[in-house]
């Protein structure tokens, strides 16, 4: 069975620093993308950051570019999410998410592993 748990969320002031982590276990996921997903209270779930396998493509949502970085060690099944120059908009439940296929996407329907979320909150 496939389970996928994220960490790291937190409580941090605007401008601060967080890494969050998830990892997943119950096959092997070298070879597919890994992402992570948002979902601030009444909005729906959109696109942060997703990476191929190990030194493949890495994409952004226009509004973490430069301030966010995905990264992954495969070996481990995991991926990791490092969040500079926080803001207040950036409030929100992270979702990591796995998929069974090869490539990249930004549509979360795309993804068939999902983990529970981890809430992060920026304070102003």
């Known amino acids: 069975q496939v389970q996928v748990v994220e960490s790291g969320g937190g409580l941090v002031q605007a401008g601060g620093s967080l890494r969050l982590s998830c990892a997943a276990s119950g096959r092997t996921f070298s070879r597919y993308a890994m992402a992570w997903f948002r979902q601030a209270p009444g909005k729906e779930r959109e696109f942060v950051a997703t990476s191929a396998a190990s030194g493949g493509t890495t994409n952004y949502a226009d509004s973490v570019k430069g301030r966010f970085t995905i990264s992954r060690d495969s070996a481990k099944n995991t991926v990791y999410l490092q969040m500079n120059s926080l803001k207040p908009e950036d409030t929100a439940v992270y979702y990591c998410?796995?998929?069974?296929?090869?490539?990249?996407?930004?549509?979360?329907?795309?993804?068939?592993?999902w983990g529970q979320g981890t809430q992060v909150t920026v304070s102003s």
């Open positions: 998410a796995v998929r069974g296929l090869l490539g990249v996407s930004n549509i979360a329907s795309h993804y068939d592993y």
